[in-house]
């Protein structure tokens, strides 16, 4: 299987980047939750840090949408 075919780039680096500060600002919850219930909110932060670390989103690949500025080749 071809992992460029199952993760295609469809993020922008900006985008990247947020998602790995959103997924970061999640994790710290549970060190420093202000309230009670919110680990499993920063459990939830690694989807964005990894989603953001690899450059793919599962939705915007089921989806067809990509935010990405370069353009993807497509193979016949």
Do not use: Q
């Not at 993020?11 to 680990?39: F, T």
């Amino acid at each position: 299987m071809d992992l460029a075919r199952l993760l295609p780039k469809n993020e922008h680096p900006i985008e990247r980047v947020v998602r790995v500060l959103l997924g970061v600002g999640l994790l710290s919850l549970l060190a420093v939750g202000p309230v009670p219930g919110w680990g499993l909110a920063g459990l939830i932060g690694i989807v964005p840090i990894f989603t953001g670390a690899v450059g793919s989103c599962p939705a915007y690949t089921l989806f067809g949408f990509s935010t990405c500025p370069t353009k993807t080749k497509t193979e016949s």
